[in-house]
């Protein structure tokens, strides 16, 4: 029998909570073990796909930016996983990156997803085409409800 989890309005599966502490959440704690490199990878491949973004980032603490997307990356994580806490903090970020906000359009989300599945792919050392499939899965539910706040 599947085991199900009803904490944040949908149903997480035993498999599924498996994928993310099996997978995903080793994969994430081996790509941030390599620090701020990590983070400069990401804003430079996610550059390279969106333009604007250099100019997004130009007069920001970029220290304090990388704690922020490593926390909203954790928060993605454990949406996927169920928690009512990780909902509501990115329910808020939906907000602050809406049309009325920073104006992030749901097409950047997944040349986002692309700029971090690269990032994965070099930082993570054990990373597979598996890996990635993994997180892809893990991440859409909360990239949905970003999207879905625009």
């Known amino acids: 029998m ?3 989890s009803n904490t944040n309005e949908f149903y997480v599966t035993g498999e599924r909570r498996a994928l993310i502490n099996s997978v995903v959440r080793p994969s994430f704690d081996r790509f941030c073990a390599a620090g701020t490199e990590v983070f400069d990878d990401f804003y430079f491949g996610l550059g390279n796909r ?3 973004v250099g100019s997004m980032f130009a007069s920001v603490d970029m220290d304090q930016q990388n704690q922020l997307i490593q926390d909203g990356i954790a928060d ?3 949406f996927a996983d169920g928690s009512s ?4 903090e990115l329910q808020r970020l939906a907000k602050s990156h809406s049309r009325s906000g920073l104006g992030i359009a749901p097409e950047h989300y997944p040349l986002w997803i692309d700029s971090l599945m690269e990032v994965v792919r070099k930082h993570d050392d054990q990373a597979t085409d598996d890996t990635e499939t993994a997180w892809r899965e893990i991440l859409s539910d909360g990239i949905d409800l970003m999207i879905a706040g625009y």
């Open 76 to 78: 993605l994580i454990n």
């Open 85 to 88: 806490k990780a909902e509501a």
């Open 2 to 4: 599947t085991e199900l």
């Open 50 to 52: 969106i333009p604007a």
